[in-house]
């Protein structure tokens, strides 16, 4: 006999059918039924200080396990708060399901205490979602939503529910599949698409793959190595997709686009065919869209359809998992020795284009070297996750990424603030594992809050904060683009500054604020570096303490990224370093 | 070009939302959506009117079929089908071109479907060039208020 459970004991329930350990939530009035219940559950709960910082972590959480994340806010700000963070794993497909606590039904658009119309707000943001009408629907609601965010492309699906849906009684009982008839993803690649594909590789002199994100998202990796090494295929990837081919192997180009290095972009520029797996031709992958691999033939292997020629036109697409399309692709294949182009390959190779001086220019440290130093002290098994800027690209650049989901960013929308929160979410999904957050000292501040998280839930993770004092990569632009015009850019910047000033300077006033001293204020464990020498030394400390660690890195305050496409620029126009005055 | 296409949809609350949010967020340009019940009580059909080239045409039927509740999406332009609109014109009308009015309506196939002293309701159904040719006629006598419908169109035979 089936028992009557309330909304609140349903949704309980179903998140533990689900196979949920983790939930990252933030309580209020509407989500009191849900928070009461999970009193006396046995999920790990997480309290973010901020709900935007709850859902970076599930995110982090959701990327660095391949499980689904879960976040749960309260109706009103609570729901807006997670907007962001919604459309930041919208971009980069990452599978997230969001509870969000609405307003009793009976007052659903009466403008009631905390009412927002977030599945109105969230509809382009999420990959579906649903407002709970009868506590009837609400396991099956629940069922869809994680069938949803984890299968075919995964995405983010908000769960709204009104609270007297979470108090209604009624008999429970949980689907064990549900069929969603307007939903079928397509995971099998076409036979003959993937024949034609093989033909191509076999006859093509000059084969790039391009690897994006969704090589790991479908766990095709060793796949996607079989098939490079078999027929001794480059492999550059995307920001997303690093991680996805082992970037010590001779065959790895590393990033390719605005930032990628000189081998993968003039490889991509100049190849006669590209395999483009699990990835989407964003623009600051492909940079100026006529003039992207104008001699190659494309074959694009993804699940999602309205990727296939969407920003390209495509010779070869094949809709499909990447996985099992790269199995049956490698029994086409024919074996090679080594291809037309190699030797190319390895003179633009040479060229080591990551520009990174050893030490900054006014003596103080350089970016790349750190980087190095945090890849060689864990011999490259740390879990990288940046937030958005320089400091981002450089962590791209100089960690010489070998496994998949070892590197956590926000690609597709650039999130600021969303790495701290998400190291978090990552320290909690792999208990055991070194966890480096590499941060700017102005995304940091973006959800700097989250220190308290850290803090009470003694979660290791090693913060390094790229301090240049700057928005960097604005302050880039403005160097590069728009006659040094540092428009609200610099962080030292006081009211009583001149109003114009694009020359830092020794009288320049302090950085606000002092990063160590916040860290104590939560008690946690600081130093400042500004020694080359002392960047090892102060690693080691971080990576022995129990805790979280800070490390406040004071680098060069205009270090640029190089290499760099110009905007609107193509690939093969790379800027490869600074223009002597 | 001009693109006809017909979705079925799940007859739910929102739905519309879903697809209007679709198209202006992608910028797809539409020219006449009409929208209600099938044969079957939990599915809407909505008939799209879309202008654009043959790639914009293939990415706005891929991203409808990414929708969850859409379930299936058909580009019917170039399939025999039967395709209407209907409008109602208001046109002024007093007793000297009443019967000309009259006589106009009537070899449209229209109707008067309202009459008062100084104007008259004129229904009209049909492809958008007879409803086209109709108002370009009445226009001399002056329309005072026009509306139409968007498009609705079948594919003939089986299917």
Not at chain 1, 48 to 61: C, K, L
Not at chain 1, 117 to 132: A, C, Q
């Amino acid at each position: 006999m089936t028992k009557r459970c309330t909304g609140a004991e349903i949704f309980v329930k179903s998140l533990s059918r689900e196979g949920v350990e983790t939930i990252f939530g933030y309580p209020g009035g509407t989500v009191l039924p849900i928070y009461d219940k999970l009193y006396d559950s046995d999920f790990e709960h997480i309290l973010p200080h901020h709900e935007q910082g709850g859902i970076h972590a599930a995110d982090g959480y959701a990327r660095s396990t391949g499980k689904t994340g879960v976040v749960i806010a309260t109706s009103g700000p609570g729901a807006t708060n997670l907007v962001t963070g919604l459309a930041t794993a919208y971009m980069d497909s990452v599978p997230l399901v969001a509870f969000t606590g609405q307003v009793p039904s009976h007052m659903l658009g009466t403008d009631a205490f905390q009412e927002a119309d977030i599945t109105g707000i969230s509809m382009p943001i999420t990959k579906h979602n649903y407002l709970v009408q009868k506590t009837e629907n609400l396991a099956r609601i629940i069922k869809k939503a994680f069938h949803i965010a984890g299968s075919g492309r995964p995405g983010p699906v908000l769960v709204d529910i009104p609270k007297d849906i979470m108090m209604q009684e009624v008999e429970f009982s949980y689907p064990d599949r549900v069929d969603l008839r307007g939903y079928k993803p397509n995971y099998r690649g076409h036979p003959l698409q993937i024949k034609k594909a093989a033909e191509k590789i076999n006859q093509s002199r000059k084969p790039v793959l391009y690897a994006g994100g969704g090589v790991i998202i479908s766990g095709a990796s060793s796949e996607l190595r079989q098939l490079a090494e078999k027929a001794q295929i480059p492999v550059t990837t995307t920001l997303t997709g690093l991680g996805a081919f082992d970037e010590r192997s001779r065959l790895s180009l590393g990033m390719l686009g605005m930032h990628g290095s000189t081998e993968a972009n003039m490889a991509i520029s100049h190849a006669d065919l590209i395999i483009a797996v699990g990835c989407r031709f964003d623009d600051r992958v492909t940079g100026k869209l006529d003039e992207f691999a104008q001699e190659a033939e494309i074959i694009h292997i993804d699940i999602d359809p309205a990727e296939v020629g969407k920003r390209v036109a495509i010779d070869i697409p094949i809709v499909g998992d990447v996985k099992g399309i790269l199995t049956e692709l490698n029994k086409k294949v024919t074996e090679k020795s080594g291809n037309g182009w190699g030797s190319q390959i390895q003179e633009w190779k040479d060229m080591d284009c990551r520009k990174c001086s050893e030490i900054g220019e006014n003596g103080r440290l350089s970016p790349g070297p750190i980087i190095e130093e945090i890849d060689s002290l864990t011999e490259g098994e740390a879990f990288i996750v940046t937030e958005v800027g320089q400091h981002q690209m450089w962590a791209a650049q100089f960690f010489k990424y070998s496994h998949p989901r070892q590197f956590i960013t926000s690609g597709g929308l650039g999130t600021m603030g969303y790495g701290f929160p998400a190291s978090l979410g990552v320290q909690v999904g792999n208990k055991e594992a070194p966890v480096f957050l590499l941060a700017g000292d102005g995304s940091f501040q973006m959800n700097i809050q989250e220190l308290a998280t850290a803090a009470k839930n003694n979660l290791p993770v090693k913060m390094v904060i790229f301090n240049n004092q700057y928005l960097g990569m604005v302050r880039q632009w403005q160097e590069m683009f728009l006659d040094k015009r540092y428009s609200s850019t610099c962080l030292r910047r006081r009211a009583d500054c001149p109003p114009r000033c694009s020359e830092p300077g020794e009288d320049c006033p302090e950085m606000i604020p002092e990063f160590i001293k916040v860290a104590e204020a939560y008690g946690i464990k600081a130093e400042k570096i500004t020694e080359p020498e002392d960047v090892r030394p102060a690693l080691e400390r971080a990576l022995a303490e129990p805790g979280p660690y800070l490390l406040d890195c004071l680098i060069e305050v205009e270090e640029n990224v190089f290499p760099m496409v110009p905007p609107g620029g193509s690939l093969y126009e790379m800027i490869l370093e600074e223009e002597s005055e | 070009m001009k693109h006809t296409v017909a979705v079925q949809v799940a007859n739910e609350s929102g739905v519309l939302a879903r697809i209007a949010s679709l198209f202006s967020r992608r910028g797809f340009n539409i020219e006449s959506l009409s929208v209600g019940q099938t044969e079957k009580e939990d599915v809407s059909r909505i008939t799209l009117v879309v202008c654009g080239s043959q790639r914009v045409l293939e990415q706005l039927e891929k991203q409808l079929n990414k929708l969850i509740v859409v379930y299936k999406v058909s580009n019917i332009t170039n399939d025999p089908a039967v395709s209407r609109s209907m409008a109602f014109i208001k046109v002024r009308a007093d007793y000297s071109t009443r019967s000309e009015i009259i006589q106009i309506v009537d070899v449209f196939r229209g109707e008067i479907v309202d009459v008062a002293n100084d104007s008259v309701m004129v229904e009209i159904t049909g492809d958008e060039g007879k409803i086209n040719a109709m108002e370009e006629l009445l226009e001399p006598y002056g329309i005072i208020e026009l509306v139409r419908t968007g498009k609705i169109a079948m594919t003939r035979g089986k299917k």
